[in-house]
């Protein structure tokens, strides 16, 4: 599975690229082997950003669950309780 940029998302990260690779490689590159680069990422190594991204999402909704109990519980019966207060 490949990660999907709109145009927007691709304009906006394509001069990154070729400044990352200008200023940190003293390397130029041309708009199109930027765009070949970031789809190459996108295809290759974005992937395991996003499943570690869902990993992470599934465990803090798992502890999320499992101290629901917890979280959402009250205690009935205590009108008079609180009444006397």
Not at 27 to 50: G, T
Not at 55 to 72: G, I, M, P, Q, W
Request: proline share 2%.
């Amino acid at each position: 599975m490949a990660i999907e940029l709109n145009k927007e998302e691709t304009a906006a990260i394509v001069p990154s690229l070729q400044k990352f690779f200008r200023e940190e490689l003293e390397h130029d590159l041309s708009e199109l082997r930027a765009k070949f680069l970031l789809d190459y990422i996108c295809k290759e190594i974005a992937p395991f950003a996003y499943n570690r991204g869902v990993k992470d999402a599934e465990t803090y909704f798992r502890n999320k669950v499992e101290d629901l109990s917890a979280t959402c519980f009250e205690d009935g019966l205590t009108y008079w309780i609180k009444r006397r207060k």
